[in-house]
């Protein structure tokens, strides 16, 4: 048998079920879990801001070990270590698979919200989308690299190459991201809830160049800045602190509505554009960055039967760094 954290309903508390363990399909993979972050997304699902098929079992860091492997998987043995990120399948055919953008595709899985994930002791995944985990992590380390740092890393991408970076929002993806950019000889600036101290404290310790409240100006102009916090008041705060051609990138998939601005805040060649999902090439990419960069993720970690109360402390903002469950 195997345990699962299950939503039913948006708004109800996760509840623990117990099922037979899933046997893999053809090109799938069976993992023993030994870890799995808590992403923002989770919470927007369990709270019902996001909505997709009911029940679901969330969880999209997943750091596991190969229990068994169904027909026709290539690259993966029996024991091996392996990450379960959000992309969970794509459908291979449509526009944007065709053009390098699988992110965008027009029929993919999710895990953790179109498909069962990893809020759970094993999961079922497609091994064409699952990947090798660097040594020099541990399972709960690795976690949250699996969606705050690669999909946090694909904002940073698409933020271009300036030198100056602002981070709306100090949670699990920035305090990832913001190793990365400095590693990669960039000035971080770190902005937090007004009066969140601990916070800035924190962003300061990973080595951030600046750390304020988010009512507060950096102390230079933004060559670009990266919103993971999901509150659209601060689309148009972050557009005045960037410098003319610079970007503001929306790193999550749900935010609040965004207030009108002036059209002056945009004037000058600034842009705004989200980020959505992840390519599997984006995820190599990452993983082999934080292995180089020598990232290290600072985790809290819950058994999976406290899922909802590590939901709780993430909505409440009480989480420094990212919450792992251990099943
Ligand atoms: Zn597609
Ligand atoms: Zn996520």
């Avoid at 939503?7 to 509840?15: D, H, M, S, V």
């Avoid at 100056?164 to 920035?174: K, M, N, V």
């Avoid at 058994?303 to 939901?311: G, V």
Wanted: net charge negative; charged share 20%; proline share 7%.
């Amino acid at each position: 048998m195997m345990r699962a954290m299950q939503l039913a309903r948006p708004g109800e508390p996760l509840r623990m079920i117990e099922r037979p363990i899933p046997m893999p399909g053809p090109g799938e993979l069976l993992v023993e879990i030994s870890a799995c972050g808590v992403c923002r997304t989770d919470l927007h699902i369990a709270d019902g801001e996001l909505r997709g098929p009911l029940p679901i079992v969330p969880g999209h860091e997943i750091v596991g070990r190969v229990a068994a492997l169904g027909a026709d998987v290539e690259g993966f043995s029996r024991g091996d270590r392996v990450g379960v990120p959000w992309l969970g399948q794509t459908c291979g055919r449509c526009l944007y698979c065709q053009t390098a953008r699988e992110n965008l595709c027009d029929d993919p899985l999710f895990t953790g919200f179109t498909r069962d994930g990893g809020f759970a002791s094993h999961v079922v995944a497609d091994a064409r989308y699952c990947f090798p985990v660097p040594d020099r992590f541990g399972d709960a380390e690795a976690a949250p690299l699996l969606c705050a740092g690669l999909i946090g890393y694909r904002s940073l991408r698409l933020a271009g190459a300036g030198d100056a970076i602002g981070l709306y929002g100090f949670g699990a993806a920035a305090h990832i991201l913001a190793q990365v950019a400095i590693w990669q000889g960039r000035r971080v600036h770190g902005f937090t809830r007004p009066g969140d101290v601990a916070a800035q404290d924190f962003a300061r310790g990973l080595g951030c160049a600046w750390a304020g409240g988010s009512d507060e100006a950096p102390p230079e102009p933004l060559d670009a800045a990266i919103i993971f916090a999901p509150v659209g008041d601060l689309v148009p705060i972050a557009l005045r602190h960037v410098r003319k051609g610079g970007r503001v990138v929306c790193g999550g998939i749900h935010m609040s509505d965004i207030p009108a601005f002036p059209y002056a805040d945009l004037w000058g060649e600034r842009s705004l554009l989200s980020v959505a999902n992840l390519t599997r090439d984006d995820g190599r990419e990452f993983l082999h960055v934080a292995a180089q960069a020598r990232v290290s993720t600072q985790i809290v970690e819950f058994p999976l039967a406290e899922a909802n109360l590590a939901l709780d402390r993430l909505r409440a903002g009480a989480i420094e760094g990212a919450a792992v469950l251990r099943p």
